[in-house]
């Protein structure tokens, strides 16, 4: 009985010992969204771990797809010096455009929203911003498309 009581110390104090980890936070997220058209919300996050996790909730009552996964440490640590740089600057592209739809595609750095593309934007975003977006988009769908 004193050895299982010894034991069970040791094991309560080890425990306690060990640092709890800090969660991963996200540094990038990708949320598409046409509940008119009848389609799926789909989000895409990217933490700064690496791991990542897509969800895809239907339009109906079905079971929400859930995948999540991690990129290659070299992959992360390009992308994450690429959002480190860019800035989210639109620039004017020389046309003014006021439709409006209710699909949207809205991007987030660090929790906020960078980038809505709703309806025909008049802007695009500056080169380093623009380098990143299309870059963590990339690594992002070939994490979590399932190959056919």
Avoid at 27 to 36: A, H
Avoid at 58 to 86: F, M, N, Q, V, Y
Wanted: net charge neutral.
């Amino acid at each position: 009985m004193m050895t299982k009581t010894v034991l069970l110390a040791a094991l309560a104090a080890t425990a306690l010992a060990i640092p709890a980890q800090a969660a991963p936070q996200p540094i990038f997220s990708i949320e598409k969204n046409d509940r008119k058209a009848m389609q799926p919300k789909r989000t895409v996050t990217l933490f700064d771990d690496g791991s990542w996790m897509y969800d895809e909730v239907p339009i109906d009552t079905g079971a929400t797809i859930h995948r999540s996964g991690t990129l290659a440490a070299d992959t992360t640590k390009t992308l994450r010096a690429e959002l480190a740089a860019a800035t989210w600057t639109p620039e004017p592209i020389g046309i003014t455009c006021h439709a409006i739809t209710s699909a949207y595609t809205s991007y987030r750095a660090a929790g906020k929203e960078v980038l809505r593309v709703q309806g025909c934007p008049s802007y695009k975003l500056d080169e380093h911003s623009a380098k990143a977006l299309a870059d963590v988009d990339a690594a992002l769908a070939a994490a979590w498309v399932t190959p056919k």
